[in-house]
């Protein structure tokens, strides 16, 4: 089978003809050779077609040899550049040599296998550069491919990002509806037979009516809370003071005691951190409310709450017990995931989610564990390093020092 690539063209320039017959005879092994006897002409020749390999004798009239090749040189395709010279041309063979314009020289009286030899290795490194040229170029075109490409995908991520933010918008939408509309017609049912039937019904079933519609009206407000702080969970809209954690433990409990209580709900408290903090009271408050909300979720029959804060090293420890059914393995990993409501019959999944974007707010961390009793056990961990500000009226002795 034939080699289809094509023979090397090399072009040979010296003014004297019998010196261009013989380098044909020598080099037409190689390939396919083009004599010229005029600089001039050669390069006329090599510009309009690039030979793989010229050979140029360096005394000739008009254009010198180390001048065609410089010429040559500047072409932007790769070509091989050997110069005839003699001994009396050795220093303008050197500055050619130096400048890059030659890449060999071969004395007068050359020899042909010497000329042979350098010639074949310089076709070599020709096709070598040629072949670099080609693929560069091809990856140069690859690439802007790719970046078109790249462009189409980050076009279509978009798109997708944007409609899953849609399928998200209309999740949420979709669970708001399902689970405000629950407490929604048991506020509606009590207060339309508290209307309709006031005055004939016993005192204390309107105040189970009313109770009841209360209850329902507090859900209600709690889900629109956490959505609330959903939406700002992206911004920093925090407005911190100092807090004694373990006095403002107590007032949360105070504020959520009457509704425990109806459930059958007791709780009991261990406050020990004795730690004041700089932090958003009110964004902290519903961090604690939404993990007291969720013990309260997981006991619809009774049970106890337990809420411990206690110092240790440089952080403050918050604990919230519960002695309900635990957290399902299931959901485990993604407990604090928005919508994630592991089955529950109301709520908007959010609560957990806005628990933990509050408290690393703060610079601190939550975990989820079983408790000891197999009910759940959430750990708020608050740091006091910079948590307290200077200057608030709090003792730097007692309590760690830093910026707010």
Known sequence: MEDASPRPRIVVVDDEPR?????????????????????????ARVQAEPPDLLISDQRMPGMKGVDLLARVAGLDVPVARVLLTGYADIHAT?????????????NKPWSPDQLVQIATALLERTWFERDNVRLL?????????????LGSVREAQSRMLAAERLAAVGQMVAM???????????????????ARDAGSLPVEEIRALAGGALEESERIMRMCSEL??????????????PCEIDEWVED????????????????????????????????????????????????PEGGLVRIETRRDA????????????????????RLFEAFATAGKPGGTGLGLAVV????????????AEKAEGGGARFALRLPLESAVKKGAGLDSSTFPVGKS
């Open 314 to 333: 440089d952080l403050v420890c918050l604990d919230v017990e519960d002695t309900g059914p635990g957290i399902l393995e299931t959901i485990r990993e």
């Open 137 to 149: 170029t091809s990856l140069v075109a690859k690439n802007a491919e790719l970046e078109m490409a």
């Open 176 to 194: 708001i509806v399902h689970d405000i509309r629950g407490p929604l017609t048991v506020v509606r049912s009590s207060t339309e037979e508290l």
């Open 94 to 106: 050197v500055e050619a040599i130096n400048a890059g314009r030659i890449h060999a020289y071969v």
């Open 228 to 241: 609330l702080d959903a939406t700002r969970a992206s911004e920093d809209r925090s407005e911190r003071s």
């Open 252 to 299: 949360v409990v105070a504020t959520i005691a009457e509704s425990a209580g109806r459930q059958g709900i007791r709780i009991e408290t261990r406050l020990e951190s004795a730690a004041t903090l700089w932090v958003d009271v009110e964004r902290l408050r519903r961090a604690l409310m939404n993990l007291l909300y969720n013990a309260f979720e997981a006991m």
């Open 356 to 367: 933990r974007k509050i408290v690393e707010d703060h610079g601190g961390s939550v975990t």
């Open 19 to 43: 010196s261009v017959e013989l380098l044909v005879r020598t080099l037409r092994r190689l390939g396919d050779v083009e004599p010229f006897t005029s600089a001039d002409e050669a390069w």
